[in-house]
């Protein structure tokens, strides 16, 4: 059974750090790409990366660049996203997914076998 689980979420300071995990089970995860997804209260799902298997990263938003930072350790079959420099906009649910067709964009339909989300809030 596939299965992603997203762990590392909670409250943090303004100007801080995160480290989220997906862990994934129920198939080989070197074979995959990974995305990062996060939702805000109100507003659609939004692609933030995506790590190909050939260890690839693409960043889909302009306002992660340079901040958010995602790796793999297949043999951890885990995928992380470092997010450094937080901000109240950064508050949101993140959730990893599986990429259909390699790292497909920012299109979450284009990504299937979704965790079940952590939540990130960013406030002082």
């Known amino acids: 059974q596939v299965q992603l689980v997203e762990s590392g979420g909670g409250l943090v300071q303004p100007g801080g750090s995160l480290r989220l995990s997906c862990a994934a089970s129920?198939?080989?995860?070197?074979?995959?790409?990974i995305g990062w997804f996060r939702q805000a209260p109100g507003k659609e799902r939004e692609g933030l990366a995506c790590?190909?298997?050939?260890?690839?990263?693409?960043y889909y938003l302009d306002s992660v660049k340079g901040r958010f930072t995602i790796s793999r350790d297949n043999a951890k079959n885990t995928v992380y996203l470092q997010m450094n420099s937080l901000n109240a906009e950064d508050t949101a649910v993140y959730y990893c997914?599986?990429?259909?067709?390699?790292?497909?964009?920012?299109?979450?339909?284009?990504?299937?076998?979704w965790g079940q989300g952590t939540q990130v809030t960013v406030s002082s």
């Open positions: 997914a599986r990429g259909l067709y390699g790292c497909s964009g920012r299109n979450p339909n284009n990504y299937g076998y």
């Open positions: 129920g198939f080989t995860l070197d074979y995959y790409a």
């Open positions: 790590i190909s298997n050939s260890r690839t990263s693409t």
